[in-house]
């Protein structure tokens, strides 16, 4: 259940005035999908999506004003805000009793921060968040892009007990020898090759190769955009571990999760 309107069909971009108004009126705020286990229908946590709560407009997807914001330098103020939005609210489910992760993307820009795992170390000791109940997604692309400076922190986070997620995994070629359980915890399959993988043989290989790719590495593996039952079911048969997608559920705002987990549970 939302507390919320449906997200806004506007595509175009807001202008930056605006956008402004939006972070100082506090109107930006994370949604979360959920993040079901295939095999028990247990729901294991939930990825934040930024939202704009807009005041005439309803809630806004984000193609309304990430993209001004990557360029007017402005992600990192969006990501900080997220990041702290959602654990707290990550902490809430805890203190209401659900085990839970949230999962929070980060950035090129992130990566470039050398201090990155002691601040996200830092802002969930504050939050009161065990390292285990955060996992931090970095798409493949942003990966292979910025490995070299990336491994280490990743490392570090992994070693703290914080998880690691790639993002988009499959969308290219080069990062496969660099998985293991050392830098991540989890595969996020793209839903470029989860979409009509029940018809379309080379979706399913593919998606067949990256699941054994994360069981041989003991990573957990996770299909996004998962909308077709179809799929669903061969997602069922290559052991994937877990799914997100309108199939189960679109974002929620913090306080519509619970009982929607629950409502889903006891369904």
């Known amino acids: ?20 108004q939006a972070l100082v009126n506090d109107q930006l705020v994370p949604f979360f999908q959920p993040i079901v286990n295939l095999a028990d229908r247990k729901v294991l946590g939930a990825e934040a999506l930024a939202r704009w709560h807009h005041p005439a407009l309803g809630v806004l997807s984000p193609v309304t004003f990430v993209p001004v914001m990557e360029e007017r330098g402005m992600m990192r103020e969006l990501t900080e805000l997220i990041l702290e939005k959602s ?33 996200i170390a830092q ?26 400076t990336a491994a280490p922190q990743l490392m570090a986070l992994r070693a703290q007990g914080f998880g690691v997620a790639v ?15 050392r830098c991540f915890s989890a595969l996020k399959m793209d839903r470029a090759f ?24 003991g990573l957990t593996t996770v299909a996004i955009g998962v909308e077709d039952a179809a799929d669903l079911a061969v997602l069922t048969e290559i052991r994937c571990t877990a799914v997100q997608g309108y199939i189960c559920s679109p974002p929620l705002p913090a306080q519509g999760l619970i009982p929607w987990i629950s409502a889903w549970e006891n369904g």
Request: aromatic share 8%.
């Open 1 to 20: 259940m939302s507390v919320f309107p449906p997200t806004s069909p506007a595509k175009s971009a807001m202008p930056l005035d605006e956008i402004w």
């Open 167 to 181: 993002d988009d995994f499959g969308v290219g070629f080069g990062l496969e020898q660099k998985i293991d359980n």
């Open 123 to 148: 802002k969930a000791r504050i939050a009161g968040l065990p390292p285990a109940n955060l996992m931090v997604e970095l798409s493949e692309n942003t990966l292979r892009q910025h490995w070299d």
């Open 194 to 217: 989860v979409h009509g993988a029940a018809s379309n043989s080379h979706l399913l290989s593919i998606l067949s190769e990256s699941v054994a790719l994360g069981e041989k590495h």
């Open 87 to 119: 654990l707290y609210a990550c902490r809430d489910w805890l203190d209401s009793g659900y085990d839970l992760f949230v999962s929070i993307n980060l950035s090129g820009l992130s990566l470039a921060d050398q201090q990155l795992p002691a601040y």
